[in-house]
């Protein structure tokens, strides 16, 4: 059965499970799950976009001030960023597809044990792609910023994740509560 949640005006959505750590963390970056979620409500185009760029300047601030990055450093990280936004938002498409097919092969009486062995290849593949992703764009970002740094941004990345599972899920803003700079959750 495929988890369902009730908004604000009453009708059904559908809740994006997240698989893993590292499929989290690209769907984390810079508004995959506001895109893939918003896909699936079918949301206008203009409303996701107007969305993910807020979502992508709050982040480039949050990651600028806790980080005490300098212009060059935040525009070498949105660089970064930008190369694997492809890579990501394909990713993020072929998990979302397998997802929907897994769901749809679980409620078929008869599940066709083919399908299902050539859906699990497809999400080791996926597993294995978002791995190899993942420690490009680490090795990229290493390049200009030291371990804590990344790190703090993976903290950073996490705790927006959180943020929005949460404004999804209809629980409201989070409530805020005063960091230092450079303070990580």
Known sequence: MIPTSRNQSGSVMIKV?????ITGFAMLLFALPIH??????????QDRDQIEQRFRR???????QRLGLDQTQVQTL????QR????????????????????????ESDADQAEAEQLMIRMRRLRIAEAELF?????????????????KIL???????????????????????????????
Do not use: C, Y
């Open 17 to 21: 499970k997240r698989w893993g750590f």
């Open 36 to 45: 893939a979620d918003a896909q699936d409500r079918g949301d206008r185009p």
């Open 58 to 64: 709050q982040m480039v601030r949050q990651i600028e």
């Open 78 to 81: 949105v660089a970064v960023i």
């Open 84 to 107: 694997h936004r492809e890579g990501r938002s394909r990713l993020a498409r072929g998990d979302i597809a397998v997802r929907h097919r897994v769901e749809a092969l679980m409620l």
């Open 135 to 151: 420690t490009q764009e680490q090795e990229e970002l290493l390049e200009f910023l030291t371990p804590v740094q990344v790190l």
């Open 155 to 185: 903290s950073i990345r996490a705790e927006m994740n959180r943020r929005m599972e949460r404004l999804r899920r209809g629980d409201g803003p989070p409530p805020r509560r005063p960091r230092g700079p450079g303070q990580i959750s």
